[in-house]
């Protein structure tokens, strides 16, 4: 069941607000033009993970903080991803410094040797269809991680 609590401006929300989502999901921060835009904390029920920072038209943009639940990921995020400088702060007590890059994917045509013509692979729907676990995907192939204070 849907509950909303906080303003609303011409039948949307606007301003500070909590909304809980059918699945149990909850945001509590600023909304604008019915969006989460501005400072907010948007907690996943399932997993009990939440985002704490900054929202621009319904997406995880500039500063935040993504909390799992024996670790979190401080840094600047683009359009719902991790992007730039950040680090992971574990639990056990240690740091893993480095910085994000959005990959584009690569494609390559290799030949095909059934019928001598050309097979067109796209390496990221190859990784992720080899994986079957996407996050550990973004994680491993998205991530450039420094060596710092080894």
């Not at 609590?5 to 149990?24: I, L």
């Not at 639990?91 to 480095?98: K, L, N, P, V």
Request: proline share 4%; net charge negative.
């Amino acid at each position: 069941m849907q509950k909303v609590q906080g303003s609303w401006v011409d039948d949307q929300r606007q301003g500070h607000g909590v909304y809980a989502y059918p699945n149990g999901d909850t945001y509590d921060g600023e909304w604008l033009h019915h969006e989460r835009h501005g400072q907010g904390t948007y907690t996943h029920h399932e997993t009990g993970s939440q985002y704490m920072g900054t929202w621009v038209m319904g997406k995880m943009e500039s500063t935040g903080e993504l909390i799992h639940l024996n670790h979190r990921y401080q840094g600047n995020f683009v359009n719902n991803n991790p992007s730039g400088p950040g680090k992971y702060v574990f639990d056990i007590g240690c740091e893993q410094h480095g910085e994000y890059f959005q990959l584009e994917p690569i494609s390559a045509t290799l030949p095909n040797q059934e019928d001598s013509g050309n097979l067109e692979l796209t390496l990221q729907e190859s990784i992720k269809n080899f994986s079957k676990q996407p996050a550990a995907f973004e994680r491993i192939g998205s991530l450039v991680m420094s060596q710092q204070d080894m």
